[in-house]
């Protein structure tokens, strides 16, 4: 073999693995944004029109060497510049490229084990499809000095069965009550009569939920109420369950978590006072929850990529202004944050999940937080 030969076969060591990742990255990219199976074609194949038409004018006994070293100096360029246009996609996309070209599980393991191989790639700016945000255990805040955020009403009764006073607005409409404190009840409960005076009657379009009683399980209606006032503190869009039989001799009902999960509650035995503190923050994703509907579908691609879309429909006269969706495979959690949405309409996020092994009993979705 004489040197030229040898000069060729070294340019083109070099030359193809390169061109071959940037090919897989072109064409990964192609898929990644949904386009159609000829553009994707042409978009990779692109990457040799540059260096055929370099060499195309050198001499006919150069043009090996010349067409293997521009398209070297080519494909390493593009692989170089991709983070520069598409942040966070040089390795998903080359991984979804050859995936696409070697089938099956083994084709699977080779594109994420080449594309984990590269090198990591430098910030220059937002993905155009971010991650999903990993979920993080919140850290309980440090205990509240006693503030403007503090309100410290009398209670009524003994052990278990304290009863404090509450006021419920709605539509202009005002009523007050004695609620019995129950730190087991998830909503906070009504009779129809009191109901009926804030202008609320329970109807067939209302979510349906089953109330544990004392004397056993039943079924009952949401509505929302516009306030519900400790004092001088209020809560807006407060979820109430119709039970007639939640009423005792002096109490019209249950004060649920729905309402005292928004504050950190002392019980000041000596002056016979409930102290209620607002807390630093209140999730309000067991009264938005039942007026809302969340659904989520999922596309995976080759070489292990996986996009979510989120949707969120909201059926309450109240605009969400946060909710967290929470994607759960196995024993990863994922959280997605979700636009506000008004009344009767319906919001919808695109996320690209990090990288994980398939679910081996499907993706789980939930409702993780959520405001009015």
């Not at 390493?76 to 983070?83: E, R, V």
């Not at 004392?214 to 979820?239: F, H, T």
């Amino acid at each position: 073999m004489n040197l030229a030969r040898w000069v060729v076969a070294a340019l083109a060591v070099v030359a193809l693995p390169p061109a071959v990742l940037a090919w897989a990255a072109m064409a990964g990219l192609g898929l990644h944004r949904h386009a159609a199976g000829w553009t994707v074609a042409v978009a990779a194949t692109f990457l040799v029109y540059a260096p055929a038409a370099v060499a195309a004018a050198a001499a006919p006994r150069h043009r090996g060497a010349v067409l293997l070293g521009v398209l070297g100096t080519w494909s390493t360029a593009l692989l170089l510049l991709l983070p520069v246009y598409f942040p966070g996609e040089r390795q998903q996309a080359v991984a979804t490229g050859i995936a696409a070209i070697v089938r099956g599980d083994g084709g699977e393991r080779v594109a994420r084990d080449v594309a984990s191989r590269l090198p990591a790639e430098p910030t220059v700016s937002e993905p155009e499809v971010p991650a999903a945000t990993a979920m993080v255990e919140a850290q309980a805040p440090p205990a509240a000095p006693l503030r403007d955020d503090e309100i410290a009403l009398p209670y009524e009764g003994e052990g278990r069965r304290l009863a404090v006073p509450v006021t419920f607005e709605n539509q202009g409409r005002t009523v007050d009550t004695w609620m019995l404190l129950d730190t087991g009840a998830t909503y906070t409960t009504l009779p129809s009569d009191v109901l009926a005076k804030l202008g609320l009657y329970p109807g067939k379009e209302d979510p349906e939920i089953t109330l544990h009683t004392a004397n056993g399980e039943r079924q009952a209606r949401l509505m929302l109420a516009d306030k519900a006032w400790l004092g001088d503190l209020s809560i807006d869009g407060v979820a109430v369950a119709t039970c007639d039989e939640c009423a005792g001799p002096d109490t019209v009902g249950l004060l649920g978590l729905n309402v005292t999960g928004g504050y950190n509650l002392l019980i000041d035995a000596d002056r016979r006072e409930a102290v209620f503190t607002t807390r630093a923050e209140h999730d309000r994703r067991i009264d938005v929850g039942p007026f809302v509907d969340l659904s989520a579908s999922f596309l995976r691609y080759p070489g292990g990529r996986v996009e979510v879309s989120v949707k969120l429909h909201n059926d309450a006269p109240y605009a969400v202004s946060r909710a967290e969706a929470a994607i759960a495979c196995g024993d990863d959690t994922w959280i997605i944050g979700l636009t506000p949405v008004d009344p009767g309409t319906t919001g919808d996020v695109r996320r690209k999940l990090p990288p994980h092994d398939p679910c081996p009993d499907g993706y789980r979705l939930s409702l993780q937080h959520a405001s009015w």
